[in-house]
Structure formats: structure tokens, C-alpha cells
């Protein structure tokens, strides 16, 4: 069942971004940015991590899991550390995927040539 969970919350995140792209002048940036934004509002109020529970994996693979992690880093780090624990603590849980997004671009990079 926890498969079944995974692909419905991945589905309906999905058709929600296409439902938004379809039906507004939003571009994919802004629609990025939304679900990034909506992951953050969630994790704020423990939803996201009910979320997880009922989803498993599922729910750590759109966009809105790179919100909540932010957020998630940056409120458990700053109820250690303080301030300073808010600013480094958000890039805690993000720093794997941060690196790995730039290392493969940077080797994309130097196989494909850009399209002017």
C-alpha cells in the first residue's frame, strides 16, 4: 500500500503543476518556486512529516521535499544553535543534492554544447 500512497501523492503533485502551467501565465520557475514554498508552509506545521509517514519516499521526491527539508534543517538547527544554527542548518539536510545538482551540470556541461 505504501507503493499505491508514493504514486498518488507523486501523481497529484504533478497534476497540480500541470493544472497550474496549463491554466495561468505562470512559467515552471514560478510554479518551482511555489512548491517550494508550499513544502516550507507544510513542514512548519508538521503536516509534511504526516505526509512522509503515509507516503514514505514517495513524498521526499517532488519539489515540495526540498521546502521541508530547508525548513526542517533550519528549525531543528536553530533550536540548538540559535541564529546561526537557522543560517547554517538550512543547508544541512540539502547539501547531498545541492553538490550532486552542481557536479553534474558542470560535467553536462563540458559534453553538450548550449544552443544560443
Do not use: E
Request: proline share 2%.
Amino acid at each position: 500500500m505504501l507503493y499505491v500512497n508514493s504514486f498518488i501523492f507523486c501523481g497529484l503533485v504533478s497534476m497540480i503543476g500541470q493544472i497550474i502551467l496549463d491554466n495561468t501565465r505562470l512559467t515552471p520557475g514560478h510554479i518551482t518556486t511555489l512548491f517550494v514554498i508550499i513544502g516550507s508552509f507544510l513542514d512548519v506545521f508538521n503536516i509534511y512529516d504526516r505526509i512522509i509517514l503515509l507516503t514514505g519516499a514517495g513524498a521526499l521526491v517532488p519539489i515540495t521535499s526540498f521546502g521541508h527539508l530547508l525548513t526542517h534543517g533550519a528549525m531543528t538547527s536553530a533550536m540548538d544553535l540559535g541564529f546561526m544554527g537557522l543560517m547554517s542548518g538550512m543547508f544541512n539536510l540539502t547539501a547531498s543534492g545541492i553538490t550532486a545538482a552542481i557536479v553534474c551540470s558542470f560535467f553536462f556541461s563540458l559534453i553538450f554544447k548550449s544552443k544560443d
